[in-house]
């Protein structure tokens, strides 16, 4: 474990000898200067976990010397030190960025406790800066592969609704385009990066636990309400919330949705007060909307509230050479993950990729590549690694030891999911593609089931 750095800034030797004395008894690195110029010439030297500063220095006052941290450094903690007449001034110091304040003359040990909380903040603070940048570099444009004309111009929406302050957006795309993956990367590269990415898809869960999901209850709204809970929309405040598969919204939920659009508030289920929240609306569906508009099942007026900003995901079939880029990219992706000594594939094996159509777009693609790698003994995949067309989606769970007679259709379900659970070692993707459902249709299912 990395050792706190911690630097002393105090024009009186004896607060400094005995602060250092204290610090190097907990294995803390320590630095120390009886001044504010020299203070920011160590800052300028070392990154700290905490800054022990004097409020009255000989030549600043530790405002001015505040001031130089913040711009520099967001991350450090500070600790005001201060007489007891200059508390007021201590109370400005943490509104201008400091995180507490110790009044003179302190006892060591209860000033410990004070310096123990701050290097946890400090380490929380930069925890939550590595996660943040680790998100973004998971969820950024490049993870999004791409070079035809259709995905640079998508790459510059994205770059562009991520700097805006758009609150709604509408993705439609064929199923496999990515919808999800556009999602994150919008949030991600946004200014709401450091709130929660909250998704939920509509077709995964019944009506009343959408409902729920969404809103939040009160207590005693339903009979299994048994507590208040809040709801993704109030979880996301501030941040982005995913509404995947839109489309199959029921009508009651479409309705709400549209006054939240329009008013942005709503209430919990069984709840009487408004709730206003800051949150950022990213719809996707794979649907035909113009005819489900058109049949009556989606409502006209919440379509062109969601349609705010509209961007197309376009099929693979339609994205040229990038079929070769993915390709590649999901080869040396398994390779790693499987550790199999292959190295790309033959060109008579691209040419029947080439020809497929590609109805499941770059999932379908994904999971074609997956199994080939998996399966191949050859350095180079070669056509015959590929089964395409209804052959080249997992393999369903077989129905084994089930009796044929007397067996509702619910415990049939239960017992192909834990079938599926216990082929795959409780891998909730692999469980999810051999049952044809995603990830979240999994979920409910194990929920429902109460499989852990």
């Known amino acids: ?52 500063l004097d409020y009255k220095l000989p ?25 007891y007449s200059n508390v007021e001034d201590a109370v400005e110091a943490m509104r201008l960025g400091a995180y507490d304040y110790v009044t003179k003359p302190f006892k060591i040990e209860t000033l410990m406790i004070g310096v123990r909380k701050a290097l946890e903040t400090t380490r929380l603070k930069r925890e939550v800066r590595d996660l943040r940048s680790q998100m973004q570099k998971d969820f950024g444009l490049d993870r999004i592969i791409g070079r035809c004309p259709p995905m640079q111009q998508l790459f510059q929406t ?85 509404l995947d598969e839109v489309g199959d919204m029921p009508p009651k939920l479409q309705a709400k949705l549209l006054r939240f659009l329009e008013e942005r508030m709503f209430r919990r289920v069984g709840g009487v007060q408004d709730i206003e929240v800051d949150v950022r609306i990213i719809a996707a569906t794979n649907r035909d909307i113009d005819q489900l508009i058109r049949d009556g099942v989606f409502r006209e007026d919440l379509f062109y509230r969601l349609n705010i900003i509209p961007i197309h995901l376009p099929p693979l079939r339609e994205r040229g050479d990038d079929l070769r880029l993915l390709a590649e990219y999901f080869i040396a992706e398994f390779a790693r993950e499987f550790r199999k000594n292959i190295t790309g594939i033959s060109r008579s094996g691209f040419d029947k990729l080439r020809a497929y159509p590609w109805p499941g777009n770059v999932r379908e693609l994904r999971n074609a590549i997956e199994r080939a790698v998996l399966l191949s003994k050859q350095p180079e995949l070669g056509p015959d690694d590929f ?66």
């Open 387 to 452: 089964t395409l067309g209804r052959g080249e989606v997992e393999t369903p769970v077989e129905w084994v030891n089930l009796p044929h007679n007397g067996i509702r259709l619910q415990d049939l379900e239960e017992r192909l999911v834990r079938q599926a659970l216990e082929r795959t070692g409780h891998n909730q993707t692999r469980a999810a593609k051999l049952l044809f459902l995603s990830r979240d249709q999994l979920r409910y299912r194990m929920e429902r089931y109460g499989i852990k």
């Open 1 to 52: 474990m990395t050792r706190p750095r911690i630097l002393i800034i105090e024009d009186e030797k004896l607060i400094r000898w005995s602060l250092r004395q204290r610090f190097e008894e907990e294995s803390f690195i320590v630095d120390d200067a009886e001044n504010g110029a020299d203070g920011i010439a160590l800052l300028s030297r070392a990154a700290y976990d905490l800054v022990m």
């Open 158 to 242: 994205i770059r562009d609704v991520s700097a805006s302050g758009a609150s709604t957006i509408f993705l439609r795309g064929e199923s496999g385009t990515g919808k999800d993956l556009v999602a994150k990367a919008i949030h991600y590269n946004s200014d709401r990066v450091g709130r929660p990415f909250m998704n939920i898809t509509c077709t995964a869960i019944t009506e009343t636990l959408l409902e729920s999901e969404l809103f939040g209850h009160e207590r005693g709204a339903f009979t299994d309400a048994k507590q208040k809970k809040k709801g993704l929309l109030e979880l996301a405040d501030g941040g982005t919330v995913f």
């Open 59 to 83: 030549d600043q006052t530790g405002l001015d010397v505040l001031r130089h941290i913040r711009e520099n450094d967001q991350d450090v903690v500070v600790l005001i030190m201060t007489a």
